[in-house]
């Protein structure tokens, strides 16, 4: 096995509370001054991908993000993880990934692009959606792309001999289990929680992580190279219309008594 | 001084039979106290405004008595317990303030309690004492946005203050891995100190204003605004009855004495607390030395290149890290395992919790890097890591809030919270390991953690065997102590005396200083209904 691609995608943090300013109209989520990290099915992917290289001695792991300058600490934390190298398109500092700018689409096409100017990928590995858009979309937007076969919402992966993936998908109902015939063509996963639980960079990686390469090239650049159009890829195909919070949980009430229990409940026409 | 007999029970005995209406009588008085009879429990009803949820009857009926039991009379350590046949909950301070004037007049015998997270016993009655709790006086009345002093009832539960705080852009100053539970009462009765204490400093600063019902009923009212009902008199056009300013000199700041003063000498009702900005950049590291050398190489480090954004350092050694690994909640699991990976078997290693606040995530996510660098470089860690997002932070804390819990599922616990000087801070333990030894007490484990930075170490020895030995605990008590006081530390850093730690008031205060408090006591709470059996000696 040669290479494996993962895409990683820096969002606002799980745990911040978003904040959207209503003046601001579609644009209204907040980023300035919030917390973010790598994206937790991104995180997944990446500990997928060493995984394998760790069970395929010689594989290379290949960390892409696309983004403004800070992604660089993000693809840091998957080379401090085990990745090998990294490649960081960088974007302008105002324009957003989180679905405003930058939309799957894009992406995919940006992603397609850099899997043919790597070439000999085996598999890309991505997180099954990003927790700021919840699309799920590149994935498979990129096996299209590529006209690679795909598996998407992966609960465990298993490579055969043979170049060929297992992978048992999480549905609705259960799991099902596919296997992707090896192609030529890289094989594209998307990850699911129960994939594996990331393992934590310690000291010594992270250290190592200083050293290993990242190649830094700004959107433009890299578009051109691709013998992408721009205006195209920054042109979001979807336009969103309104974002808002959720309105805020009513506070209950305290009672003192099963009494007044029932007379409130009677009160509000609950109970007869 | 008479010191009459103080029922000290542990694991569950009852002892109602003993007392009938007559509680521990206090220090050097004489003064008989009583316990609440059926009149008295009429008259509490007809001054509360709910009495079905402000009254608990012990004597009504069995479900009550057990509720009393099982949620009042017995604290958190499950060492002590009381015989307590009522439970009082107040909504308001005028209701606080007829409470006590009562049980003044009647020489009725008062514990409070807030969260009963206490580990010293001080909020559990003796025996039959008033159980007066704050559960119910849980308002948040405002934030002032300029000055960020929050102000609230004394029964507001820590989290809910943590909670509200950064919804409005402020940061709670004190965090104690209780705030789920605890009250912030108790907090400030009892002066807890808490992970950020090395930052933000004690409540002895961050308290700005406090309202106090005092034993025979008045209320006392110290550069606080807050209104929960109409009863407050001003008399005078200038009289102070608002603000909770950041700063006032008029007069003695009576409000120290509540703080800390573990409900001895009045209830507290009301507190104005000033909370600092919220750090909109947080990292927090894992870090593991090979011994205490380079755990203060790490210390002076930090504070040399974290410097103004270093918000806690936290230090757990090897024995209570593997409790944690086998008796925690499974948070941190697999990083604890990951850092334990490369040791070997025989190490003790040293873990330390390095936490940085501040409000530019890059310039302190930099400071961060460069500080760790320099640590592995000069090979003053062996391991580390630093949180990567939320959920790592999550873990890291985790891992520190879990050693009180888990050490305590590992046996019977002897808890000790000590402060030392920095530097001594493990020898102290070594020198406990092998006085134990020696005193051939066999199948003990000594684990310490604790607020390093602060030289406060919680030294834990765990027996593992459930037990009930007083002679036992007495030598383990005298050879931690004697350490402690070897070295002129404080045989209670942060968690209060209440009743654990009483019988030692007098051997390690000074004579002068007991004398003022007994005074003290006497001016604030002449008939010594307040809290008795507890604190003072």
């Given at each position: 096995?040669?290479?494996?691609?993962?895409?990683?995608?820096r969002?606002?943090?799980?745990?911040?509370?978003?904040?959207?300013?209503?003046?601001?109209?579609?644009q209204?989520?907040?980023?300035?001054?919030?917390?973010?990290?790598?994206?937790?099915?991104?995180?997944?992917?990446?500990?997928?991908?060493?995984?394998?290289?760790?069970?395929?001695?010689?594989?290379?792991?290949?960390?892409?993000?696309?983004?403004?300058?800070?992604?660089?600490?993000?693809?840091?934390?998957?080379?401090?993880?085990?990745?090998?190298?990294?490649?960081?398109?960088?974007?302008?500092?105002?324009?957003?990934?989180?679905?405003?700018?930058?939309?799957?689409?894009?992406?995919?096409?940006?992603?397609?692009?850099?899997?043919?100017?790597?070439?000999?990928?085996?598999?890309?590995?991505?997180?099954?959606?990003?927790?700021?858009?919840?699309?799920?979309?590149?994935?498979p937007?990129?096996?299209?792309?590529?006209?690679?076969?795909?598996?998407?919402?992966?609960?465990?992966?298993?490579?055969?001999?043979?170049?060929?993936?297992?992978?048992?998908?999480?549905?609705?109902?259960?799991?099902?289990?596919?296997k992707?015939?090896?192609?030529?063509?890289?094989?594209?996963?998307?990850?699911?929680?129960?994939?594996?639980?990331?393992?934590?960079?310690?000291?010594?990686?992270?250290?190592?992580?200083?050293?290993?390469?990242?190649?830094?090239?700004?959107?433009?650049?890299?578009?051109?190279?691709l013998g992408?159009?721009?205006?195209?890829?920054?042109?979001?195909?979807?336009?969103?219309?309104?974002?808002?919070?959720?309105?805020?949980?009513?506070?209950?009430?305290?009672?003192?008594?099963?009494?007044?229990?029932?007379?409130?409940?009677?009160?509000?026409?609950?109970?007869? | 001084?008479?010191?009459?007999?103080?029922?000290?029970?542990?694991?569950?005995?009852?002892?109602?039979?003993?007392?009938?209406?007559?509680?521990?009588?206090?220090?050097?008085?004489?003064?008989?106290l009583?316990?609440?009879?059926?009149?008295?429990?009429?008259?509490?009803?007809?001054?509360?405004?709910r009495?079905?949820?402000?009254?608990?009857?012990?004597?009504?009926?069995?479900?009550?008595?057990?509720?009393?039991?099982?949620?009042?009379?017995?604290?958190?350590?499950?060492?002590?317990?009381?015989?307590?046949?009522?439970?009082?909950?107040?909504?308001?301070?005028?209701?606080?303030?007829?409470?006590?004037?009562?049980?003044?007049?009647?020489?009725?015998?008062?514990?409070?309690?807030?969260?009963n997270?206490?580990?010293?016993?001080g909020?559990?009655?003796?025996?039959?004492?008033?159980?007066?709790?704050?559960?119910?006086?849980?308002?948040?009345?405002?934030?002032?946005?300029?000055s960020?002093?929050?102000?609230?009832?004394?029964?507001?539960?820590?989290?809910?203050?943590?909670?509200?705080?950064e919804?409005?852009?402020?940061l709670?100053?004190?965090?104690?891995?209780?705030?789920?539970?605890?009250?912030?009462?108790?907090?400030?009765?009892?002066?807890?100190g808490?992970?950020?204490?090395?930052?933000?400093?004690?409540?002895?600063?961050?308290?700005?204003?406090?309202?106090?019902?005092?034993?025979?009923?008045?209320?006392?009212?110290?550069?606080?605004?807050?209104?929960?009902?109409?009863?407050?008199?001003?008399?005078?056009?200038f009289?102070?009855?608002?603000?909770?300013?950041?700063?006032?000199?008029?007069?003695?700041?009576?409000?120290?004495?509540?703080?800390?003063?573990?409900?001895?000498?009045?209830v507290?009702?009301?507190?104005?607390?000033?909370?600092?900005?919220?750090?909109?950049?947080?990292?927090?590291?894992?870090?593991?030395?090979?011994?205490?050398?380079?755990?203060?190489?790490?210390?002076?480090?930090?504070?040399?290149?974290?410097?103004?954004?270093?918000?806690?350092?936290?230090?757990?050694?090897?024995?209570?890290?593997?409790?944690?690994?086998?008796?925690?909640?499974?948070?941190?699991?697999?990083?604890?395992?990951?850092?334990?990976?490369?040791?070997?078997?025989?190490?003790?290693?040293?873990?330390?919790?390095?936490e940085?606040?501040?409000?530019?995530?890059?310039?302190?996510?930099?400071?961060?890097?460069?500080?760790?660098?320099?640590?592995?470089?000069?090979?003053?860690?062996e391991?580390?890591?630093?949180?990567?997002?939320?959920?790592?932070?999550?873990?890291?804390?985790?891992?520190?809030?879990?050693?009180?819990?888990?050490?305590?599922?590992?046996?019977?616990?002897?808890?000790?919270d000590?402060?030392?000087?920095?530097?001594?801070?493990?020898?102290?333990a070594?020198?406990?390991?092998?006085?134990?030894?020696?005193?051939?007490?066999?199948?003990?484990?000594?684990?310490?953690?604790?607020?390093?930075?602060?030289?406060?170490?919680?030294?834990?020895?765990?027996?593992?065997?459930?037990?009930?030995?007083?002679?036992?605990?007495?030598?383990?008590?005298?050879?931690?102590?004697?350490?402690?006081?070897?070295?002129k530390?404080?045989?209670?850093?942060?968690?209060?005396?209440?009743?654990?730690?009483?019988?030692?008031?007098?051997?390690?205060?000074?004579?002068?200083?007991?004398?003022l408090?007994?005074?003290?006591?006497?001016?604030?709470?002449p008939?010594?209904?307040?809290?008795?059996?507890?604190?003072?000696?």
């Amino acid at each position: 096995m040669k290479k494996i691609l993962v895409p990683i995608k820096r969002v606002i943090d799980y745990a911040q509370k978003v904040r959207v300013d209503p003046s601001k109209g579609p644009q209204g989520v907040q980023l300035k001054n919030v917390k973010m990290s790598m994206n937790p099915f991104c995180e997944i992917a990446v500990e997928e991908a060493i995984q394998l290289k760790e069970q395929n001695k010689g594989a290379e792991v290949v960390a892409i993000s696309v983004g403004p300058k800070q992604c660089t600490e993000t693809i840091r934390t998957a080379l401090a993880m085990g990745a090998d190298r990294g490649i960081h398109v960088e974007t302008k500092p105002d324009v957003r990934g989180d679905y405003i700018d930058l939309q799957p689409w894009a992406i995919a096409s940006l992603l397609k692009g850099i899997v043919d100017r790597e070439d000999a990928v085996d598999l890309v590995l991505l997180g099954k959606q990003s927790i700021d858009s919840d699309c799920g979309q590149t994935g498979p937007l990129l096996a299209g792309l590529l006209n690679a076969p795909q598996a998407t919402f992966a609960a465990n992966i298993e490579r055969g001999d043979d170049g060929s993936f297992t992978v048992e998908r999480e549905t609705d109902t259960g799991t099902e289990t596919i296997k992707l015939n090896a192609s030529g063509k890289p094989a594209v996963i998307t990850c699911d929680l129960r994939l594996n639980t990331p393992r934590y960079p310690t000291m010594p990686n992270i250290m190592k992580a200083k050293k290993k390469p990242v190649e830094t090239i700004s959107l433009e650049d890299m578009v051109k190279e691709l013998g992408l159009d721009l205006d195209e890829v920054l042109t979001p195909k979807h336009e969103v219309v309104e974002v808002y919070e959720p309105p805020p949980r009513k506070e209950g009430e305290t009672v003192g008594s099963i009494d007044e229990l029932l007379g409130k409940l009677k009160e509000k026409g609950l109970v007869a | 001084m008479f010191l009459s007999f103080t029922p000290r029970l542990r694991l569950g005995i009852h002892c109602s039979n003993l007392l009938s209406k007559r509680c521990a009588s206090n220090h050097s008085r004489n003064i008989l106290l009583r316990g609440p009879t059926s009149q008295d429990v009429s008259y509490f009803r007809s001054v509360l405004a709910r009495p079905g949820y402000s009254v608990l009857d012990g004597t009504a009926n069995q479900d009550t008595k057990d509720e009393i039991d099982n949620r009042y009379n017995i604290d958190w350590t499950r060492h002590y317990q009381g015989s307590s046949d009522l439970v009082l909950r107040p909504q308001t301070t005028s209701e606080v303030s007829s409470i006590l004037k009562y049980c003044h007049e009647n020489y009725i015998g008062v514990t409070t309690q807030g969260g009963n997270t206490g580990l010293c016993g001080g909020a559990t009655p003796i025996s039959n004492e008033v159980v007066l709790s704050m559960e119910y006086m849980n308002r948040i009345y405002k934030l002032d946005e300029y000055s960020g002093v929050l102000t609230c009832d004394a029964g507001c539960i820590l989290q809910s203050l943590h909670d509200y705080a950064e919804k409005n852009g402020y940061l709670f100053p004190l965090d104690i891995g209780s705030k789920g539970t605890c009250q912030i009462g108790g907090n400030v009765s009892t002066n807890a100190g808490g992970h950020h204490f090395f930052r933000f400093g004690g409540l002895h600063g961050t308290v700005v204003g406090m309202e106090v019902v005092l034993a025979d009923g008045r209320v006392l009212r110290m550069n606080i605004d807050a209104n929960d009902d109409d009863n407050n008199e001003r008399t005078h056009q200038f009289q102070q009855s608002s603000a909770s300013l950041r700063k006032d000199n008029t007069g003695y700041d009576l409000k120290q004495l509540f703080i800390g003063g573990e409900g001895t000498l009045g209830v507290v009702t009301k507190v104005a607390v000033a909370c600092p900005a919220l750090p909109t950049s947080k990292n927090v590291a894992l870090l593991v030395c090979n011994c205490y050398k380079d755990v203060l190489q790490v210390l002076k480090t930090s504070k040399g290149q974290l410097g103004e954004i270093l918000s806690a350092i936290e230090l757990i050694d090897m024995n209570t890290m593997k409790f944690v690994q086998r008796y925690g909640s499974g948070i941190g699991d697999h990083l604890i395992s990951e850092l334990l990976a490369s040791e070997v078997a025989d190490n003790q290693p040293l873990f330390i919790l390095v936490e940085s606040q501040g409000c530019n995530q890059e310039a302190d996510s930099s400071k961060m890097d460069a500080f760790l660098t320099s640590l592995y470089e000069s090979s003053t860690i062996e391991n580390g890591f630093l949180a990567q997002d939320s959920k790592h932070i999550e873990e890291i804390w985790g891992i520190r809030e879990s050693c009180n819990p888990s050490v305590a599922r590992a046996g019977y616990v002897h808890k000790f919270d000590v402060s030392i000087g920095i530097e001594s801070y493990i020898e102290v333990a070594d020198e406990v390991i092998d006085a134990l030894k020696e005193a051939n007490l066999p199948d003990l484990t000594v684990c310490v953690w604790g607020h390093v930075a602060d030289g406060n170490a919680h030294i834990n020895v765990i027996s593992g065997q459930v037990e009930n030995n007083a002679a036992k605990a007495e030598i383990i008590e005298n050879i931690v102590y004697t350490a402690v006081m070897k070295r002129k530390g404080s045989i209670s850093a942060e968690h209060g005396i209440g009743q654990s730690k009483r019988k030692y008031m007098s051997q390690v205060k000074d004579k002068t200083a007991l004398e003022l408090m007994s005074q003290m006591k006497n001016v604030f709470d002449p008939h010594f209904i307040l809290n008795p059996g507890k604190y003072l000696p």
